[in-house]
């Protein structure tokens, strides 16, 4: 099943500058966007000269060929755009520094997948060109590849797994298998034989040994016409000029065959060049370097259905084997002008080769090549989902040691306004159209009450304002018809629902009876005290595991106060009675849980059950909750001993593999509360170290080494996902957070230093 790709991004050049690998790149983002409908597909593309190029929309960011930082800015941009996968074309020539190097300084600071198409896989490389390729290989999650020698070379050159590649071809433009003297009209070549070269020139291509055998093969045949289509290489152009073309023309003139040979100087479009393709009987290949894995001109005319004749590059012996086309020897324009003999004097001979040629490109159009890589994009996101990566970008922690950051409300107050507490941020600004919850202003409620258990005026007074607003937008929500709260309510202060879920409302009995069990402030009790007797009923009802939870800590927190309160007594029975239950009834040796899936704020399970055994002096619901903490602790600890929750993208039922991503800040100080009162209960430091490990993967004690706290507002990012954090400061991970430190602050008996 492939993975949903919503933006997609393509590395390399881009036309129109005039390279192959730019025609290839632009190609190749052509066919994504047309197979990807739903999703964006951007370029990165890397420069040659000061002054750019005229890209098109699609070109999004710029760099420097020369220019180290330019690549890191890249990398930078590419991280804050929330990106599924990048798409690396790689040629040691496109990019600067030793062998190519600059490129590696921007990928090994990319957080998401890369999948690298590989268009040269030297046998002889140097060691810089060496080196450069293995830590390429390293840094991506998979390599493409357009012949298979380059599979071979890449396994016992590179030491490559063989599992990390993957074989797709090069792509071609889909056309219709013609008679070239459909197009003859438009080069003037009407009643010719056309012979064609096409690319940019350079000394490297051959072309002289064409021109070589021209005189033999139109003594046999004088309607033979060469056409040379293609300008000089720019960076040829810069160094030599036209030295090389004007060599070639002295040499056509001292064969006697200028009448049969026209240059084409110049860089063509697409359109142009099928044209071109479509009127030759004959595309000659004549390259003199023969260790060439990739050749674009020799796809897009083997896909044409034209008969072809190449010196032995690696890619023609593979493509052009099984009778798809005619090998010749390098430099020997006698044995060349013989194959074009034949085929012209063999018609059958040639039409079939042709014919081979077509239904073997089939495979190469660009439709069923865009599909390859889709599915490569897919399985390098998969891979990574399974097995994270540490990235070495920003602020991380190896080894994340033990002390613990100082409070910072900055962000808490960013999304607060006189309403309450937003919901939702994007990076760190407030979501106005995203609203209000009682979730979170409840949550808000639960910290402003932990604050004030500092004996510090300057901390008491730190929450006076904000827990005054949490508290009246929570009384606000209250709807006296349904006895239930509201939870979400539009920027406009609209309700938007009649009563929120039984989570909501067991959160809201968790906060009222923290604040009426716990703060000193009159004020705020009172109105706690409202609305605890008010709502407390509703959870005599609920049928939610994790609402009993909720609601149990609630009361667990009322009864420190008003321990003689009879319907918070009785219910308390009744819901930890009921959790009781449901693990005698579900857990088994190997699953010690209350039902057969594990999916959010797991550890309030356990931790509501701890509360509700202590207090009920019950050892076998202590017993119970400890087995079933102490298992999802295990679960949640990975072999390098790192917290890992279960991802909230699919969570974990019974005999599946538990969701790796994505990690919710929710989760860890849901564990760091429950393993907190473990050891408060229990007095073993194993709890205090559970915590502890939950707590530092907020730090970077996480899959991907990363912070999810930010330093400079005291905000938490949204989650961990298989590439990177999610960069939103939401409500929700922003408390979960900082209740998380407030808790173990409190635990170690810290003073809560407000910044």
């Known amino acids: 099943m492939e993975t949903a790709l919503n933006r997609v991004v393509l590395v390399g050049d881009h036309l129109p500058r005039q390279c192959g690998i730019a025609t290839f790149t632009t190609d190749l983002a052509d066919a994504l966007a047309s197979n990807l409908t739903e999703s964006e597909v951007m370029v990165m593309a890397v420069n040659d000269r000061r002054e750019g190029y005229v890209y098109p929309p699609r070109v999004r960011f710029e760099f420097a060929e020369k220019d180290l930082a330019s690549y890191r800015r890249v990398a930078d941009f590419l991280n804050i755009n929330r990106i599924d996968v990048v798409s690396v074309q790689h040629e040691y020539g496109i990019y600067g520094g030793p062998a190519g190097s600059h490129i590696l300084a921007l ?38 590849v357009m012949a298979h020698r380059s599979i071979e070379f890449l396994t016992e050159i590179y030491d490559v797994p063989e599992e990390k590649i993957d074989f797709i071809h090069h792509g071609i433009p889909d056309v219709p298998f013609v008679d070239p003297n459909f197009h003859k009209d438009l080069f003037a070549v009407e009643g010719k034989t ?19 055998a021209l005189p033999k093969i139109i003594e046999n045949h004088p309607e033979v016409v060469y056409l040379v289509q293609g300008a000089t290489h720019p960076h040829l152009l810069k160094t030599e000029g036209e030295s090389y073309r004007l060599k070639l023309q002295r040499l056509v003139k001292t064969k006697g065959v200028e009448s049969h040979v026209v240059f084409h100087n110049r860089f063509v479009s697409l359109e142009e060049l099928i044209e071109f393709i479509s009127a030759a009987d004959l595309y000659i290949l004549p390259y003199l370097n023969l260790s060439q894995m990739v050749s674009g001109t020799l796809a897009y005319a083997l896909g044409a259905g034209k008969a072809v004749i190449s010196t032995p590059i690696w890619y023609a012996e593979e493509v052009l084997a099984e009778g798809r086309g005619v090998i010749v020897s390098p430099e020997d324009p006698d044995a060349l002008a013989n194959q074009v003999i ?21 495979d190469m159009v660009w439709s069923k090549v865009s599909q390859e890589y889709v599915r490569s994009f897919s399985l390098a ?103 239930q709260f509201h939870n979400f309510m539009s920027y406009d202060r609209q309700w938007l629902d009649e009563v929120g879920s039984e989570d909501s409302q067991g959160r809201a009995i968790w906060a009222l009876g923290t604040v009426a ?46 321990y003689g309160h009879r319907l918070a007594q009785n219910l308390r ?12 009834a579900v857990s088994r040796p190997d699953w010690l849980w209350f039902e057969e899936s594990l999916t959010y704020a797991n550890a309030k399970i356990p931790h509501a059950l701890l509360l509700s055994g202590r207090w009920m002096e019950s050892n076998e619901m202590l017993d119970s909750a400890l087995a079933s903490l102490d298992w999802l602790c295990k679960l949640q600890r990975r072999e390098d001993d790192h917290f890992v929750p279960i991802g909230s993208n699919g969570f974990y039922t019974r005999g599946s593999e538990p969701a790796r991503f994505d990690q919710q800040p929710i989760e860890a100080y849901s564990t760091v509360s429950a393993c907190l009162e473990a050891h408060r209960v229990t007095g073993d430091e194993h709890w205090l170290n559970e915590a502890h490990r939950a707590f530092e993967w907020f730090l970077g004690g996480n899959d991907l080494g990363s912070l999810l706290y930010d330093p400079e507002t005291g905000g938490c990012y949204d989650g961990l996902q298989p590439n990177a954090v999610n960069y939103n400061q939401g409500a929700e991970s922003t408390l979960a957070f900082l209740l998380s430190l407030v808790e173990m602050r409190l635990s170690e008996h810290i003073i809560v230093e407000i910044q």
């Open 342 to 362: 034949h085929l012209l004097d063999q018609e059958g001979d040639r039409h079939a080769m042709r014919r081979r040629a077509y239904e073997y490109g089939r």
């Open 517 to 562: 069990g716990r703060s000193e402030r009159r004020g705020l009790c009172g109105v706690a005290n409202e609305l605890f007797e008010r709502i407390l009923p509703a959870a005599g009802s609920f049928a939610s595991p994790r609402s009993w939870a909720f609601a149990l800590v609630g009361i667990h927190e009322y009864l420190r106060r008003y």
């Open 381 to 483: 996101i998969k891979e990574r989902s399974e097995t994270p990566r540490i990235t070495n970008i920003g602020p991380t922690v190896g080894q994340p040691p033990r002390e613990l950051p100082i409070l910072k409300l900055d962000h808490l107050y960013r999304m607060s306004d006189e309403t309450g507490l937003l919901q939702h941020a994007r990076f760190t600004t407030p979501r106005y159209n995203h609203g209000y919850c009682v979730d979170d202003n409840v949550r808000g409620l639960l910290l402003m009450v932990l604050l004030e258990q500092q004996e510090v005026e300057q901390q008491s007074s730190a929450g006076v304002d904000l827990a005054s607003r949490y508290m009246a937008f929570t009384s606000h929500a209250f709807n006296e018809e349904k006895s």
């Open 194 to 212: 056309v012979m064609l070269t096409f690319g940019l020139l350079s000394p490297n291509k051959g072309i002289e040994n064409v021109i070589e």
């Open 573 to 584: 029975v009744q819901l930890a009675e009921k959790l009781l239950g449901l693990f005698q």
């Open 107 to 144: 990928l090994k600071q990319l957080r998401m997948p890369i999948v690298t198409t590989l268009h040269t896989v030297l046998k002889d490389p140097t060691p810089a060109q060496k080196k450069v390729l293995k830590e390429l290989a390293e840094v991506s999650d998979r390599l493409v």
